[in-house]
């Protein structure tokens, strides 16, 4: 320290170094990050911003930090509270989108509504939008957008088939998912087989006496003592559907 002038004044001041850290960052597949591969330091609590940039066709999978793997989110956001090694490991896109459930009743009554739920899961390694159709018998039921699902992730998207105008049967019921943006044949699809029964054909303040006779099945209706007619009935999959035959014909 120099000489002071006269009446000056004078104080001693320590320095005191900054705790620093090292981070060593790599890449491994078709990729790079930002800052570049290489060895760099910082002072501790340092928050650093890591970005993965994938080559064409290609997408962060993971990064592992310690050789832990840590989520695939993009940028990497790092504090510096001790020394850290980084590695953005890269691959091939895959899209692989999966109904994973189809439920719903079994069976309906001409002209109910059928509620209709189809579990979509997302197995591949990007986020996909696409849509999902349900289908009775390749006749569309209804169609509805499913946007951002993300890798991993399970989503419900619910239908609603209402009979009305249906015929009584059995019909398959086909949930179809995608295709994902611009990958045709990337869809996936699920089936289950829901039977509409015929709704009643018999209404009003009819007193009905039932008889079966032998192995094909005759209905005698009254109204009171008087008899109205027949009902003939054909079993379809054990199943019947009626004809009435008026009395006299």
Not at 60 to 79: K, Y
Not at 81 to 99: E, L
Not at 166 to 194: C, E, F, H
Request: proline share 5%.
């Amino acid at each position: 320290m120099g000489a002071l002038a006269p009446g000056g004044y004078a104080e001693q001041v320590t320095w005191q170094r900054f705790a620093t850290y090292s981070l060593v960052l790599n890449s491994s597949g078709a990729g790079s990050t930002f800052p570049a591969a290489g060895n760099y330091s910082f002072i501790a609590g340092t928050i650093v911003n890591i970005s993965a940039i994938p080559q064409s066709n290609n997408t962060l999978a993971q990064w592992l930090v310690e050789n832990n793997q840590v989520s695939s989110n993009n940028p990497l956001l790092l504090q510096m509270n001790s020394d850290q090694s980084v590695t953005a490991i890269f691959a091939p896109i895959v899209h692989m989108i999966v109904v994973a459930d189809l439920s719903s009743a079994n069976a309906t009554t001409l002209g109910s509504n059928v509620q209709i739920n189809v579990s979509i899961k997302n197995e591949g390694n990007i986020i996909e939008t696409f849509n999902v159709t349900v289908y009775a018998n390749q006749t569309a039921i209804g169609s509805k957008p499913v946007a951002n699902l993300s890798v991993h992730e399970v989503r419900v998207v619910p239908f609603l088939w209402n009979t009305e105008g249906w015929r009584a049967g059995n019909y398959v019921i086909a949930a179809v998912a995608g295709p994902v943006d611009g990958m045709p044949g990337s869809g996936a699809s699920l089936t289950k087989t829901v039977e509409i029964l015929p709704s009643s054909s018999i209404s009003g303040p009819w007193v009905a006496l039932l008889s079966a006779v032998s192995a094909n099945i005759v209905y005698v209706i009254f109204l009171g003592s008087v008899l109205l007619g027949t009902i003939m009935t054909a079993t379809i999959r054990r199943r019947s559907r009626a004809r009435v035959q008026p009395v006299g014909r």
